[in-house]
């Protein structure tokens, strides 16, 4: 077995390797014809050929005699602090417990080291037992629990952290606010926004009185929430859009 970086040429392998991987894992809860939608919707060809050609995106594939079997695709969320996402890890079913992911996923890690992340998440559907069992076999920490919507259908979705920073620890997000209040940001809660997460902020350390939500791109607390949860940094226009436009993987 062999782990190089992704080209042009395995677009089509990939393809093939995630709707197999996703079939595998999926198949017993989620109905056939979503799932090849969804390897449509995640891995159309162009969008596979552009991720694989940005420099910020780590984008390993396993190769076994001669044929991809395994890839996996990541990036680094650079902001307050560095956040190695992991989008997806898939390893051909005819090919799973040989190690493969194991080594893929350490050549993950290995590569956003690299790049002075500060902690690696990966998500993963509860739906998907193995995959659940990976993560936390692989030394992940179970840091939370969502519904999300695909294809009209909720899952319950599951995210596991591995922190790795500098001094083994989140960084401290104390702020003060253009009025002088002090706010407490939990750099472990953040939702994605156009520009850059959205942080929860607390009005206390212990985080159990919420203030609102902080700015990752201009580290602001100037943030407006409407009626139907869609969020907006008035000092920047960095929005959240109000439906779960980013809910799948």
């Not at 991720?51 to 079997?69: K, R």
């Not at 319950?156 to 790795?164: G, S």
Request: aromatic fraction near 10%; include cysteine; proline fraction near 2%.
């Amino acid at each position: 077995m062999d782990l190089r970086e992704a080209t042009a040429d395995d677009v089509g392998s990939i393809r093939e390797v995630a709707l197999a991987s996703l079939a595998a894992s999926y198949g017993h809860a989620v109905d056939e014809t979503l799932l090849s939608e969804a390897v449509e919707n995640w891995y159309g060809a162009d969008d596979v050929d552009e991720d694989i050609a940005d420099p910020d995106t780590v984008f390993p594939v396993a190769v076994v005699a001669g044929e991809v079997v395994a890839f996996a695709e990541s990036y680094v969320v650079d902001r307050r602090e560095r956040v190695g996402e992991i989008d997806w890890l898939h390893v051909h079913p005819n090919h799973r417990e040989s190690g493969i992911g194991s080594a893929l996923l350490e050549r993950v890690e290995d590569e956003l080291r690299d790049r002075d992340v500060d902690s690696i998440e990966g998500k993963v559907l509860v739906d998907n037992e193995a995959g659940t069992a990976f993560y936390e076999r692989e030394g992940y920490d179970l840091s939370g629990e969502r519904i999300v919507d695909i294809g009209g259908e909720e899952f319950q979705e599951r995210l596991y952290r591995k922190r790795i920073g500098r001094d083994g620890t989140l960084r401290e997000g104390i702020y003060e606010t253009a009025d002088g209040e002090t706010v407490y940001v939990a750099f472990d809660e953040g939702e994605r926004g156009s520009k850059a997460p959205f942080y929860v902020a607390y009005a206390d350390a212990d985080h159990e009185s919420r203030y609102g939500y902080f700015c990752g791109n201009c580290e602001g607390t100037n943030v407006a929430i409407d009626t139907m949860d869609a969020v907006e940094c008035l000092d920047c226009e960095n929005r959240r859009k109000a439906a779960r436009w980013d809910a799948a993987y």
